[in-house]
């Protein structure tokens, strides 16, 4: 069974930056497309990019520039590092491979403030 725990989130002022982990056990995490997803409140979920087993990331146009997808297969972590941060970008961030049925983890809380 595929667990993913997000964590990293937390509050930070416009311009600012986090950096956010996706734990995933099993096999799977070591060799899949792994994609972050963010969700706010009243808003449908959205895509924000993936990264693939190889290490090469694609990014939603609302992000790219600002926020890069790592991965470290040892470790079987994804990380999502963010910059430049909006107040627009607030929302629970979650972690998931890009294709396949998975249950979703608790997300990790991303706030900030203007």
């Known amino acids: 069974q595929v667990r993913l725990v997000e964590s990293g989130g937390g509050l930070v002022q416009t311009g600012g930056s986090l950096r956010l982990s996706c734990a995933v056990s099993g096999s799977i995490g070591s060799i899949n497309t792994m994609a972050w997803y963010r969700q706010a409140p009243g808003k449908q979920r959205e895509r924000v990019g993936y990264i693939t087993s190889d290490g090469l990331s694609t990014y939603a146009d609302f992000v790219k520039g600002r926020f890069t997808i790592s991965r470290d297969n040892v470790k079987s972590t994804v990380y999502l590092e963010m910059n430049s941060l909006k107040p627009e970008d607030t929302g629970v961030y979650y972690c998931?491979?890009?294709?396949?049925?998975?249950?979703w983890g608790q997300g990790t809380q991303v706030t900030v403030s203007s």
């Open positions: 998931k491979p890009l294709i396949g049925y998975y249950a």
